[in-house]
């Protein structure tokens, strides 16, 4: 079986989860990527293409191999890759809800047209100037905006100026979206679907950092509230294909949809979540991009965290943990991936940038995870100087 997948920069989603599953379904894999020196060390076929190009993608395909499959799990190319495998008959995800996903103000329009919810929201365009009469606190945001990167709270008319124009300095040309602030706990909903039935795999509670930055910090496994208006949200969305990671906030009028991103959940809890479930995650993602039904085990018991560290001063980190796996037999188990080096310039964004490691545990209740997790966070500290 032939698989393309499309990709940007590496991640550790691509290089230690989907390219080993692939291997491991017997696959011989191509990579399709404007950035081919970085791939060099992955042990597949790589090709230099314009992957934000769809007719890029189908070109380079079709004068290649017959393809199996063609995936991606980056946030930025959904479109173009679900336009390459329609052109070619595979499965695959529809085209127009990767664009409604991904544009936030899309969303938007979508879940209120449909009748499932109506957040108030305004799309500012370039040239466009702040919005008159939208109800504070807001929030402020970038359209197409990833990790948490320019997201802010805004409470009042002059606020929300100052904002929109520093965000536009630092993102010329960018559109913006600005919407009411949904007050609540955060929480995820994470789902494989096949085209058919959408399962539902678990979800996590988030705790966010100080505002007026949206910085995730911590989830926690938990069952997801309001489940049936999630998928609610994501049928008039015409997210069914392939795995999803559903943001949305349980506020006093009921759950409200802050982002859907259509591919599987990043920043290392796609690896928790495998092991939580006790599944090869990659590998179920994969193979229902390869025609298959997903057969997925019900799980619920134990507890599963995911504690970013974060820079709290700008900085040179002096002192790193460095990778850190379970040892056999450990109650709760636990994981550390560096992200920084010893050596690395600190320079805070106030955004998901600003992680130096993840902590991954698993353990059979949440009071041993939250101690073992404590007691391992102080014997291994980062150290910024």
């Known amino acids: 079986m032939r698989l393309y997948l499309t990709a940007l920069k590496p991640t550790d989603s691509v290089t230690d989860g989907f390219l ?25 076929e790589v090709l230099r293409c314009d992957v934000r190009d769809a007719r890029a993608v189908i070109d380079a395909v079709a004068h290649h191999r017959v393809p199996d499959a063609i995936f991606s799990n980056s946030d930025h190319i959904q479109a173009e890759t679900a336009l390459a495998a329609a052109y070619f008959g595979l499965p695959g995800k529809d085209w127009r809800a990767c664009v409604d996903t991904k544009n936030k103000a899309l969303t938007r329009r979508r879940l209120a ?61 960018e559109t913006l979206v600005v ?14 679907g096949d085209g058919e039935r959408i399962r539902v795999l678990g979800g996590f509670r988030t705790t966010l950092g100080p505002l007026p930055h949206f910085v995730e910090e911590r989830l926690d ?11 609610r949200a994501l049928e008039a969305l015409r997210v069914g294909f392939g795995a999803c990671h559903t943001e949305y906030v349980m506020t006093p ?10 591919r599987v959940i990043g920043d290392h809890c796609d690896f928790l979540l495998a092991s939580m479930l006790d599944v090869p995650l990659f590998e179920l993602v994969l193979s229902v991009h390869l025609g298959a039904e997903p057969k997925l085990p019900d799980r619920t018991e134990g507890h599963a965290t995911a504690l970013s560290v974060v820079a709290d001063r700008p900085g040179t980190v002096v002192r790193s943990p460095g990778t850190i796996v379970p040892a056999p037999g450990d109650p709760v188990r636990i994981w550390h991936r560096p992200l920084r080096a010893v050596g690395d310039r600190i320079d805070l964004s106030n955004t998901n940038r600003d992680y130096m490691g993840i902590v991954r545990a698993i353990g059979p209740d949440r009071a041993r995870v939250d101690a073992a997790v404590a007691a391992f966070t102080a014997e291994n500290p980062w150290v910024i100087a």
């Open 20 to 44: 080993p599953a692939a291997r491991a379904l017997g696959c011989e894999v191509t990579i399709l990527t404007d950035r081919p020196e970085r791939y060099r060390d992955s042990g597949a």
């Open 221 to 231: 496994w938990e069952p997801p509230p309001g489940r049936d208006h999630v998928l």
């Open 253 to 262: 009028a009921g759950p409200r949809i802050v982002e859907v991103n259509y």
């Open 113 to 173: 047209a449909a009748g499932v919810e109506t957040v108030r929201s305004a799309r500012l365009a370039p040239a466009d100037p702040p919005p008159a009469g939208m109800p504070f606190p807001a929030v402020v945001k970038p359209r197409e905006g990833v990790a948490s990167e320019d997201v802010v709270l805004v409470r009042d008319a002059g606020e929300l100026a100052t904002a929109v124009a520093a965000i536009r300095d630092r993102r010329p040309g």
């Open 179 to 192: 919407e009411e602030y949904l007050d609540g706990p955060l929480h995820t909903m994470e789902t494989l």
